[in-house]
């Protein structure tokens, strides 16, 4: 599946240490890159859910995200990939597992990366593209 400049990603929440609840809010730490198995350089996970409907997204998060490690999706951030490149990164849609693409070319130094996701996390507040999970 081919980005564009409006292809919207999501981030998944399965942890509540990872977002407020009132008012709802990312926390900085959603945003920060991980090296991950395998990996040299630090990555941010992330899923495009273009054209897909709202319950859509959230089984695409419980299913690729949430049962891989045995946990409830809690939450998820939205960004655009043009709000991406804005910061200076860019992206890998690898589609491993579907609809993955990986953040990449994030700086190696913490204070860089903690800047970035600053960044990336007012984008979401300002955009109003967080949500917590609706009860069931």
């Known amino acids: 599946m081919e980005l564009s400049l409006e292809t919207e990603l999501c981030r998944f929440v399965v942890d509540r240490k990872m ?7 990312p926390k900085l730490t959603l945003f920060m890159p991980r090296v991950g198995p395998g ?3 630090p990555t941010l996970s992330t899923f495009n859910v273009d054209e897909l409907s709202i319950d859509d997204i959230w089984v695409l998060g419980q299913v690729e995200v949430g049962d891989k490690r045995s946990r409830t999706i809690k939450a998820r951030a939205h960004l655009r990939v ?6 200076g990164l860019s992206l890998n849609p690898n589609n491993v597992p579907p609809r993955h693409v990986n953040v990449e070319s994030w700086p190696l130094q913490k204070a860089r990366q903690l800047s970035i996701a600053q960044q990336l996390n007012a984008v979401v507040v300002e955009s109003g593209t967080f949500s917590i999970r609706p009860k069931e």
């Open 19 to 25: 977002f407020h609840r009132q008012p709802p809010a």
């Open 39 to 41: 990996e040299e350089e």
């Open 82 to 87: 043009k709000d991406i490149e804005a910061v």
